[in-house]
Structure formats: C-alpha cells, structure tokens
C-alpha cells in the first residue's frame, strides 16, 4: 500500500514540473529590437527646448508711467527697511490748503520749522556762538567740517582778516594796540614820559561841538532871564521859627529844654524889650 502511494507521488510531481516550465515558456514575450526603440531616447547633442510662455493680456501703450513703490506714511516715525530717494521723499497724496504759504505748507515738527535730534559737542557749540558774537562770524553747521573747513557764515571779509580766528585762540592774533608818544630817556627830567605816556589819539578835554555849544548858549541864555537862583550853600544850617514856641511849651511843659531857652534869648527877648520901651 506505501508503496503505491510513493509511487503516484512520484509520478504528479513529474508532471507538475513539465507543466510549469512549459507554461513559463509560453508566457514569456519576444523583446523589441534595439532600433525600434531609437525614437525614445535623447540624442546627446540636442538643446534643451524652452517652454514658450503664454501671456493672454495684449500689450497697452501707456502714457504716464506706473507707480509700483510702496507710500509711506508721514506720522511714521521709524522705516524698518531701506526705502529709495523716490520714495522717503514723494509729495503726500490727498487735498491741500490753497491758501497755505510754501513755508507754513513745509514739513515741521515744531512752530518755528523741522528740528532734528544731533550730536554737538559742548564746547564747539560754545566756541562758535562766543566767535560769532565777538568778531561777527562763525564756521556753517549745514556743511561737514571735515570735507570743507574753511566756509564761513557772517562777517566773510572780517573771516579771511583774522584767517578764522576764534575766541579761544586769542593769544595767536597781533593785537593792534594804540600809539602812545614815546619819550624813555630817564636823564631827560622834564621830558621823561615812560609809561605814564598819553596815547596820540587821546583827547584830554571834551569839547562840544559848535550846534552842542549853540543849544548850550541858548539854555543858559533862558535861565539868566528867569533871575539868579540863591545858591545855598551845602553844610548851613537855618531855623525858622513858627510863632511863639516858648509860651506854647511852657503850656505843655513844666521845665523848658535848653535848646528852648535859647531861641527865647534869640527871639522873644527883643520884642518884649521893644514892647517895655514903647510901653515907657
């Protein structure tokens, strides 16, 4: 009975793997020649082809040029990017005042115009202010010293006599001093001036001129018509007495002062001895 069995076995799988391997063969398609496939593949010398771009919108002639840069706005206090000369300074857009004077219609931060915040050193700044208030002119702050040094603001002339002289380099400058007349011989007594010498130009006597001296003739002229005026002299003394100012202090009074006693001696001795004369 094994045996049988061993033996068919045998058998199917014989005939299985015949059937398989001629199945496979069937199954299996003839490849194409090489030359078929020819038009398939790129040729090595070829360029590649560029894609032609389609634009359905036609070409337009404009007359005015398009405006494509991005608007600031002028309240913005800070740009966060690099924007072109165009840009940063074009005119605002919107209605404007036709009444406005170009310098009200100009960009300002405060009343008197457009300030912006700069460094300046504090003693440059007082430099120039001091020179420009002594001698008239000062360097101009518009430009940069470093490029142009010798451009002046003021008293040009005055500039280039003193070849930019400031107040604080005074000690650089030939003062001009005033000619005095000059006599140092010691052995000369009489004539001996040293430093005690008057200058050329000066004047010892000031004296009015001739319309200074009319209108003084005239003053004085008017005050000696109205009459002399008492001169008094400073230091004199003077008393006047008003009534009788014994008898009136006596009323108030018990004992009088010996300032009293005195102007009654003065005053009232001689009336009362008038009065006992004609009375005798």
């Known amino acids: 009975m094994s045996a049988a069995i061993a033996a068919l076995a045998a058998s199917y799988g014989?005939?299985?793997?015949?059937?398989?391997?001629?199945?496979?063969?069937?199954?299996?398609?003839?490849?194409p020649a090489a030359d078929s496939l020819m038009h398939l593949t790129k040729s090595p010398s070829s360029k590649p082809s560029l894609a032609v771009a389609v634009d359905s919108a036609p070409e337009v002639a404009v007359k005015e040029d398009l405006e494509t840069g991005v608007h600031l706005d002028p309240a913005?206090?800070?740009v966060q990017y690099n924007p072109t000369y165009e840009t940063m300074f074009a005119p605002e857009f919107g209605p404007e005042n036709p009444f406005r004077t170009q310098q009200m219609a100009a960009p300002r931060n405060m009343l008197s115009g457009y300030a912006e915040p700069a460094h300046i050193n504090d003693f440059m700044f007082e430099q120039q202010r001091r020179t420009f208030a002594t001698y008239g002119y000062a360097l101009d702050p518009?430009?940069?010293?470093?490029?142009?040094?010798?451009?002046?603001?003021?008293?040009?002339e005055e500039a280039?006599?003193?070849?930019?002289?400031?107040?604080?380099?005074?000690?650089?400058?030939?003062?001009e001093k005033r000619k005095k007349f000059k006599e140092n011989d010691a052995s000369n007594i009489d004539g001996f001036l040293g430093p005690w010498a008057k200058y050329v130009d000066e004047k010892d006597v000031a004296k009015p001129s001739e319309e200074e001296q009319k209108e003084?003739?005239?003053?004085?002229?008017?005050?000696?018509?109205?009459?002399?005026?008492?001169?008094?002299?400073p230091g004199e003394e003077k008393t006047i007495l008003h009534g009788n100012i014994f008898f009136v202090h006596l009323h108030f009074y018990e004992k009088p002062s010996y300032l009293l006693c005195s102007l009654f001696i003065q005053y009232q001795l001689p009336l009362l001895s008038a009065v006992i004369k004609s009375l005798c």
């Open 142 to 156: 518009s430009l940069d010293n470093h490029q142009v040094s010798a451009k002046y603001i003021g008293s040009v």
């Open 76 to 78: 913005v206090k800070e």
């Open 216 to 233: 003084l003739d005239e003053i004085t002229a008017k005050r000696q018509k109205k009459g002399k005026q008492e001169e008094e002299k």
């Open 160 to 175: 280039e006599k003193n070849q930019g002289l400031t107040v604080f380099e005074t000690g650089q400058k030939k003062t």
């Open 14 to 31: 014989s005939g299985s793997g015949s059937e398989s391997d001629s199945d496979s063969e069937s199954s299996r398609c003839p490849l």
